[in-house]
DNA sequence: CTGTGATTTCAGTAATTCCTGAAATCTTGA
DNA sequence: TCAAGATTTCAGGAATTACTGAAATCACAG
């Protein structure tokens, strides 16, 4: 590996950190590398700066490419592909909430449906059944608000970030003024 | 494998995701089990149910009860350990976003930070600092978002859930009231 | 203490995943 | 159409991770 030390440390601990993300070594310092690279880089300078073999960082982009973490750049007069990362990092983020999303939890909330469907046969399989609907419930929220949440743009999104708890404080208040608009009914939301 | 098929089917489906969680076969479904099972089962039940060696299991109950996934139990009258699930989900939830951060986030960010603190040799040095500073940024509003979410009570979580992107709305109408209480300035928040 | 049963450790093996070099395929300029 | 360069595929070996059975350790009732 040929590096600027900087770089090095980056790219060395994205590979390390790419296990428990279910990534391999080298697709993750294939995506270090072109995340901290001020130009777009082609295939076989990957090679250089990581040292690893061709055939690898080919299956390795592949990779990046179904995740859509990574971006096909033309440099004119240049038959080789050069890729880059997206560079605003919300992007970047919303992109990999996106995948994982898909992966880890669609498919297992369509299990949880269809096992939800199928009649208990005994008590024991009832109490499951009633497990797994918690889960599902809860999924299911959490998916509901980040499909509502991922279509925010940017700024509104980390104004919300921005206040954070507070939110509910806002919400406290809400309810208050309504509470007076009509003050008739108790329980009003 | 000797279970009813609702829960065979939840417990494979288990141990499958397992590898995108960063979590080995077994383990995966040693939890589901538990997650489903009306009473707490003790190692030699999980050997039974799962048909893997009691040596696995005693590892994976290891590994889950590091992940603070899996409750002891003890049982009157029985010198063996039995284990359950918390049986709230949302409580799971945040055992599972704070076990998460903790090994995905933590790292990264202190690796950042102390990149961050380094004397940029290069243009290239430069560059890639500039990156990394724009993801740290980026994780650490996250992170103290999450500080600040994580500590509500799960009603007002679920509240907050709800409403989804619909916050945003809620904040214009802050901004407004805030606008008509003081009208002199333009900018004001 | 001692004996019984429960649990963990660990070395060896099985299974899986990763990586490579060689060959095949694709792409494009002449 | 061909040739040169670029990229991908893939079989096999390397490295890593998962799992097992046997032995060691632990816990506690008698």
Redesign the pocket.
């Known amino acids: 590996m040929n590096l600027p030390p900087l770089v090095q440390s980056f790219v060395l601990h994205f590979g390390e950190m790419g296990?428990s993300w279910g990534?391999?070594?080298?697709?993750g310092q294939i995506y270090a590398l072109l995340y901290v690279s001020p130009e777009p880089l082609?295939?076989?300078q990957i090679v250089d700066a990581l040292?690893?073999?061709?055939?690898?960082v080919?299956?390795?982009?592949?990779e990046l490419q179904t995740w859509n973490l990574v971006l096909l750049r033309h440099i004119p007069d240049d038959?080789?592909?050069h890729f880059t990362t997206p560079d605003d990092v919300w992007q970047i983020l919303r992109v990999l909430a996106e995948e994982r999303k898909k992966r880890e939890v669609d498919p297992t909330l369509s299990v949880l449906r269809e096992l939800l469907m199928q009649k208990p046969a005994t008590a024991e399989e009832r109490h499951a059944q009633a497990r797994m609907a918690e889960m599902h419930g809860l999924i299911e929220q959490l998916t509901t608000w980040y499909d509502d949440v991922k279509r925010l743009e940017t700024e509104r999104l980390a104004a919300l970030l921005a206040l954070g708890a507070k939110v509910t404080k806002l919400m406290e208040v809400k309810d208050r003024v309504i509470a007076l608009a009509r003050p008739r009914r108790k329980e009003n939301v």
């Open positions: 296990r990534i391999n070594r080298t697709v082609n295939a076989d040292g690893v073999s061709r055939s690898n080919s299956m390795g982009l592949r038959r080789r592909d």
